[in-house]
């Protein structure tokens, strides 16, 4: 039997906020429970949905292997991680970090920067930070954690206030009070203290700074924004105030999923309330104008927001459901925290929102020049056309797939292929996926099938 929503009340704090401009599908889930780019694409074979993923075996046109995984992830040393238990008299909530051990282990993740507030995190000791269980393996930077089968997760501490310093080789000072002073500022003392103790600092929930804050951060260090957030996607406050979108204008189209009156796969619920963040991207753009600028997409988990329970018996916002929706894939040299600390402070790296699909194959590169670099005009923009991985859930049809070329923002060339720019600017590529591989998976909610932005490249900044 389809599983009615339970205690909607707390379970939506963001769905069902202002009730009285909720779609009638929402209302009810709160009342009863309280082309050109598909020539290289293999044959394609089903695949059943299985909630997890592959690991890629794939290399980047320079060999280097890609590696998924992610940026902006909460542990229970955040102190609202846990439906705000993470911490409950100061002890960890170990059933809320084996939910998050055994999600990125599900997912195959290969790394994962740790983002956590510094309410509690600024008083940990470097150590503390890492959360050692098991057979973890502290390193002098990061830790390894290894999956049951083997696989290998590298984890790097950091912290998400105004800034977001990812990838701390230890804390900013010796005194934890004095932690907490430096991680909430953004003056300039926070980020030569954040960038001293080994951090890139990025910018979380870039749709809430405008450019001049943005710009003047870059000046004094800033790395990278996120051109993505999840949390911004669903929270009608961010959507409408930092967005320019309706609040609640995805409700209808969640409501079955909350209501259980859907048999579509639960994790697909993500295609009712996703779009492309445009605010961000122009922030983005704008910096990557100025200097290089690496963009990312931030999960933002902390099993804290919707502990509804959807068809599947697993809540709407676990660890396992977000990290499987999008991720990063860096391009590294090797399985260490300095290798992947390097590809992202390098912008070596796409997101890939592999809830459309895994890819199998995807390559931007300018000459011998891979993704986040600058060169000088004269080489050849090289964007090959992206694949569906064939271990990627798949029945019946094969999607469509499409890639467009950006030039400082605007559409520039509008398939996958070999150019010579003549002009000096900012070039990245977007792969569109209309994803009927997933009717079969989707039971009435096929209007969920459409196009959609699946794989975003990091920037070539040419002839700047």
């Known amino acids: 039997m389809p599983r009615l929503l339970s205690n909607c009340r707390h379970a939506l704090n963001f769905l069902c906020f ?119 393996e502290l390193l002098e930077f990061g830790k390894h954690m290894t999956c049951p089968d083997g696989h290998v997760v590298t984890l790097m501490p950091g912290i998400e206030d105004e800034l977001m310093p990812i990838g701390l080789k230890r804390q900013v000072a010796d005194d934890p009070a004095e932690n907490s002073r430096i991680y909430n500022n953004t003056d300039a003392e926070a980020f030569d203290a954040d960038i001293a103790a080994g951090a890139t600092v990025l910018q979380a929930h870039t749709e809430g700074q405008d450019l001049d804050t943005l710009l003047a951060r870059q000046a004094l260090g800033l790395s990278g924004t996120e051109m993505f957030n999840l949390h911004a996607m669903v929270d009608p406050s961010k959507r409408e105030e930092n967005l320019g979108l309706d609040p609640y204008s995805y409700l209808d189209a969640i409501g079955p999923f909350l209501t259980g009156t859907t048999h579509a796969e639960p994790d697909l619920a993500f295609l009712a309330f996703y779009q492309q963040q445009d605010v961000s991207i122009q922030r983005w753009d704008a910096l990557n104008a100025v200097a290089p600028m690496v963009g990312t997409a931030g999960t933002d988990a902390h099993e804290n927001a919707l502990p509804a329970l959807l068809d599947d018996g697993e809540r709407m916002d676990s660890y396992r459901r977000m990290m499987i929706w999008f991720d990063n894939v860096a391009l590294v040299d090797g399985d260490e925290p300095q290798d992947y600390q390097d590809a992202v402070a390098a912008g070596r790296l796409f997101i890939a929102f592999e809830i459309l699909g895994e890819p199998g194959s995807w390559d931007v590169h300018y000459g011998d020049l891979e993704m986040g670099g600058t060169a000088p005009l004269g080489d050849d923009l090289v964007v090959s056309c992206p694949t569906l991985s064939a271990s990627s859930p798949q029945m019946d049809t094969p999607p469509d797939i499409t890639v467009a070329i950006y030039k400082d923002g605007a559409v520039w060339q509008t398939d996958c292929g070999t150019y010579t720019p003549t002009e000096a600017g900012v070039y990245r590529a977007v792969a569109t996926i209309t994803p009927k591989h997933l009717s079969a998976f989707l039971d009435d909610q096929q209007a969920l099938i459409k196009p959609t932005p699946w794989l975003y490249s990091n920037a070539l900044r040419i002839g700047l």
């Open 18 to 136: 202002g009730a009285s401009a909720l779609g009638a599908s929402a209302l009810a889930a709160c009342t009863q429970g309280t082309d050109s780019a598909t020539d290289s694409q293999p044959m394609f074979t089903d695949v059943p949905y299985a909630g997890t993923h592959t690991a890629y075996a794939t290399k980047s046109a320079a060999g280097r292997d890609w590696k998924r995984g992610i940026i902006h992830l909460h542990s229970p040393i955040s102190h609202d991680a846990c439906d705000g238990q993470g911490m409950p008299d100061g002890v960890v909530n170990e059933d809320c970090l084996t939910h998050q051990r055994e999600a990125l282990c599900a997912t195959q993740m290969d790394f994962a920067f740790m983002t956590d507030h510094p309410d509690y995190a600024a008083y940990q000791t470097y150590e503390g930070m890492q959360l050692l269980r098991g057979s973890d």
